[in-house]
């Protein structure tokens, strides 16, 4: 019954956060596939206590155009978190065949 309490009374950000938190293992394995899909990475942050659906999401320097390693892109997600503490940070890759977004995901909360 905690469980449950716990999933409803935690705020929704985007796909992935109606999942159990992921691993820093699950986090590498989902930049490995855009990686491997040939998106670009790119890293993002906003102030917490805002909605994450409403709010502006910064970009942490330009996206990562053509980025092969997925340390290196870890470490532009830690970079970006030590640097904004108090803030959200998301991951995002772009898909520039559909100029899209392929996917995004919220890594520190």
């Not at 906003?46 to 320097?61: L, Q």
Request: aromatic fraction near 16%.
């Amino acid at each position: 019954m905690a469980t449950v309490q716990a999933y409803k009374a935690t705020k929704k950000y985007e796909t992935f956060s109606y999942l159990p938190q992921m691993t820093p293992e699950q986090v590498r394995r989902q930049i490995a596939y855009t990686i491997a899909q040939g998106w670009n990475p790119a890293v993002e942050h906003t102030e917490k206590g805002t909605s994450a659906r409403v709010s502006f999401w910064y970009m942490w320097k330009l996206p990562l155009f053509g980025e092969q390693s997925v340390d290196a892109v870890l470490a532009e997600l830690e970079a970006c978190h030590r640097e904004f503490p108090d803030h959200m940070v998301r991951f995002v890759a772009y898909d520039n065949y559909a100029q899209s977004q392929g996917l995004a995901f919220v890594v520190y909360r």
